[in-house]
């Protein structure tokens, strides 16, 4: 079954970098890939979709790349604030209706 | 603004105890799923619908069930709860999608965690 690889440790990046997050499948390539965004306590938000046939994927400063040779996805906020501290969610198309996510990487923007 | 709400921020149940989540979403959405999130474990699906008084199980459908009885509400059972039911319930819904692919993004509510004694 499809396997989603986040890295589990948190992020800790300075102001104005680019935070470059990392998310790795196991499986199958799949039809789209997600990204969300989730603050403690809340639910997850909807940043970002890419489908199998893109290979990036702009919006203000978030950019996602999709490399289906390396089973990978890289999610960029360039620029970053303080503001964008928050865990980041990958989503893989699980076939049919289904979404399988990820485990999140925490992200601490330092002012 | 686009809206899914959940009954409950925060609920506290003991073992054995029949448990009621609900959700309400205002889109006029297809599909609707209840997802269980853990430390470590991001969120796994337990059900979802695609239609009223349809369902289909997801990853970890044992121990719980639904009813979708209106478009707009989806409900999580939990038919008698158990101390490794304790986590945060998660609500989302989505458009139906292209050809049965759930492209969408999906709208979540803010989440009920619940605790089981």
């Known amino acids: 079954s499809q396997k989603i690889e986040q890295n589990s440790e948190a992020l800790n990046i300075q102001e104005g970098k680019t935070a470059t997050l990392t998310c790795n499948y196991t499986n199958y390539s799949p039809a789209y890939l997600q990204w969300y965004r989730q603050d403690p306590g809340r639910g997850p938000v909807f940043l970002l979709l890419i489908r199998e046939n893109e290979k990036e994927k702009r919006k203000e400063r978030l950019k996602v790349t999709f490399d289906t040779t390396l089973k990978q996805s890289l999610f960029h906020i360039t620029a970053s604030q303080p503001a964008d501290s928050a865990t980041y969610l990958c989503a893989l198309d699980g076939g049919g209706f289904k979404t399988i996510f990820g485990a999140g990487t925490r992200l601490f923007v330092k002012a | 603004d686009v809206k899914v709400t959940q009954s409950s921020r925060y609920l506290v149940k003991r073992t054995g105890e029949k448990v009621f989540l609900e959700c309400v979403q205002d889109?006029?959405?297809?599909?609707m799923f209840w997802y269980r999130q853990d430390p470590g474990l991001g969120l796994r699906l337990i059900y979802f619908s695609y239609d009223v008084k349809m369902k289909e199980k997801g990853d970890i459908p044992e121990g719980y069930s639904v009813s979708r009885e209106k478009k707009e509400r989806f409900s999580l059972i939990l038919e008698s709860a158990s101390t490794n039911q304790t986590s945060m319930y998660l609500c989302?819904?989505?458009?139906?999608?292209?050809?049965?692919?759930?492209?969408?993004?999906?709208?979540f509510g803010p989440g009920t965690r619940l605790t089981v004694l």
């Open positions: 989302a819904s989505s458009l139906l999608g292209l050809a049965g692919r759930a492209y969408n993004e999906q709208f």
């Open positions: 889109m006029d959405h297809e599909n």
